[in-house]
């Protein structure tokens, strides 16, 4: 049996990657740990988290 991974959070992911900024900036912003950060990602998140996290990328984009 062949068991095919999706990667969740893709938008958020590739959010991050066009940022420019780390894991750890993010987890800060929206006030986790950054392992919690990264073991949030492994689950395909609520709308409201994704868009909380989306903001903060947002955000944070702006300042720089």
Known sequence: Q?????MNNI?????IKE???????IADMI???DTTFCRMLR??????????ILTAIQR?????
């Open 60 to 64: 944070a984009k702006g300042r720089t």
């Open 43 to 52: 689950r395909e998140l609520s709308e409201s988290k994704k868009q909380e």
């Open 19 to 25: 940022s420019g900024l780390k894991h750890w900036q």
């Open 2 to 6: 062949e068991r095919v991974q999706t």
């Open 31 to 33: 006030g986790v740990a």
């Open 11 to 15: 938008e958020i992911r590739e959010a």
